[in-house]
Structure formats: structure tokens, C-alpha cells
């Protein structure tokens, strides 16, 4: 079984977009989440608004950031990822002043018309821990029937929850006690149950 194959680097803004159904809070429970992809990925005016921030925001970084997107670099210090919720809202989180950061915001995006949310960890931080995840799976001194390599079915910043999600078919003390000891041991990680994507 090839580790890399499994691992699975969601870009920013897809994560957001399919994310946001999965809010507790503010689910759209009788709405599939086919139907809600759908929905968001429509060219009504706000949504072409949304993506129109989520550009003009990125390019601030970068102007080759599709590119780079992975790199942690890429990330300022007080950014802690940006989403769409429930309501079409673009949704920017921030670490630090609130405030300093609303203004310097409003000043990239050239409007007012975005939500804030307070955050603890960076965007910088999340990559950083899929960059030492990334880094153990790629590397071909460990072996295939390693505990976490045959359980791992995918990890993903998520921007929303402010963590990094680790997916595993099998949770259990062995395969997290082998991952914090052989790959991180960052508070930023969670551990779910996950199923490996079938690779057609």
C-alpha cells in the first residue's frame, strides 16, 4: 500500500466550502451535502463575491499562491484561515488584535463586507504539522506495515475547528502514541475516525 496515496492536502477554500455543512451548530441537515456543494459552487452574485475575497486575500500573500499553497511561508502570522458559512458569509480568522487586524483586512479586500473570527492557531501553524506529517509519509525508510501508515486515511487543516485533523480507520493507543512519538506531538492535532479514500 503506497503511504503517500493517502494522504490527503485539501486546499484551503475547498475545505471551506464543503467544511461548513458539517458545523454543528448551524447545519443544514435536510439538505445533502451534494446539493449543498451545489449550491455554494453556483454563480449567484455572492458567491462570485465570495471567491472574488478569497483571490484579492490570497494574492496579498502571494501573487503565485495557488502555487505555493502548502507552503507554510506563504501564511502571515495572524492569519488563521477563511471559510464561507451557512449564511454565504466569508468568514477570515485571525490571530492577535481584532481590531488592527479588521483594518489591515479591510485595506487588502477594499470593503467592509466580511466576518472575523478569533482564533488560537495560525494557518502557519496548521502547515507547519502537515509538513511533518508529509514528511513521514514520504519518507521510504518506514516500513508499510508501520501502525500509523496502516491505519492513516487522510489529514486536513481545519480551518473552522482550528486544528489539524488526522483521520485514521482505527483509533487506538498504539497508532497515536506511535504517531505523537514518530511524527508530532502538536496540540494542534485531532484524531478522527476516517475511511481510506478508494483511488479510482
Given at each position: 500500500?503506497?503511504?503517500?496515496?493517502?494522504?490527503?492536502?485539501?486546499?484551503?477554500?475547498?475545505?471551506?466550502l464543503?467544511?461548513?455543512?458539517?458545523?454543528?451548530?448551524?447545519?443544514?441537515?435536510?439538505?445533502?451535502?451534494?446539493?449543498?456543494s451545489?449550491?455554494?459552487?453556483?454563480?449567484?452574485?455572492?458567491?462570485?463575491?465570495?471567491?472574488?475575497?478569497?483571490?484579492?486575500?490570497?494574492?496579498?500573500?502571494?501573487?503565485d499562491?495557488?502555487?505555493?499553497?502548502?507552503?507554510?511561508?506563504?501564511?502571515?502570522?495572524?492569519?488563521?484561515?477563511?471559510?464561507?458559512?451557512?449564511?454565504?458569509?466569508?468568514?477570515?480568522?485571525?490571530?492577535?488584535?481584532?481590531?488592527?487586524?479588521?483594518?489591515?483586512?479591510k485595506?487588502?479586500?477594499?470593503?467592509?463586507?466580511?466576518?472575523?473570527?478569533?482564533?488560537?492557531?495560525?494557518?502557519?501553524q496548521?502547515?507547519?504539522?502537515?509538513?511533518?506529517?508529509?514528511?513521514?509519509?514520504?519518507?521510504?525508510?518506514?516500513?508499510?506495515?508501520?501502525?500509523?501508515?496502516?491505519?492513516?486515511?487522510?489529514?486536513?487543516?481545519?480551518?473552522?475547528?482550528?486544528?489539524?485533523?488526522?483521520?485514521?480507520?482505527?483509533?487506538?493507543?498504539?497508532?497515536?502514541?506511535?504517531?505523537?512519538?514518530?511524527?508530532?506531538?502538536?496540540?494542534?492535532?485531532?484524531?478522527?475516525?476516517?475511511e481510506?479514500?478508494?483511488?479510482?
Open positions: 500500500m503506497k503511504k503517500s496515496a493517502y494522504y490527503l492536502i485539501l486546499s484551503l477554500f475547498f475545505i471551506a464543503v467544511g461548513c455543512n458539517n458545523q454543528s451548530n448551524s447545519k443544514k441537515s435536510d439538505q445533502s451535502p451534494e446539493e449543498y451545489e449550491d455554494i459552487n453556483s454563480a449567484s452574485p455572492q458567491n462570485i463575491n465570495v471567491i472574488e475575497l478569497h483571490d484579492k486575500l490570497m494574492s496579498s500573500f502571494s501573487e499562491w495557488i502555487e505555493r499553497e502548502s507552503d507554510p511561508e506563504l501564511y502571515p502570522e495572524y492569519y488563521g484561515g477563511s471559510f464561507v458559512d451557512n449564511n454565504g458569509d466569508f468568514v477570515i480568522a485571525v490571530t492577535g488584535d481584532v481590531d488592527k487586524n479588521r483594518e489591515y483586512l485595506d487588502i479586500l477594499e470593503t467592509d463586507n466580511f466576518k472575523m473570527e478569533i482564533v488560537r492557531y495560525s494557518y502557519r496548521m502547515m507547519r504539522v502537515m509538513d511533518d506529517i508529509d514528511n513521514f509519509l514520504v519518507n521510504s525508510n518506514i516500513a508499510d506495515n508501520h501502525p500509523v501508515l496502516e491505519r492513516f486515511a487522510g489529514a486536513y487543516p481545519d480551518v473552522m475547528d482550528n486544528r489539524v485533523k488526522v483521520l485514521l480507520t482505527e483509533i487506538n493507543d498504539e497508532v497515536v502514541n506511535s504517531f505523537k512519538k514518530e511524527i508530532t506531538n502538536s496540540p494542534l492535532i485531532v484524531f478522527e475516525q476516517g481510506i479514500p478508494e483511488m479510482y
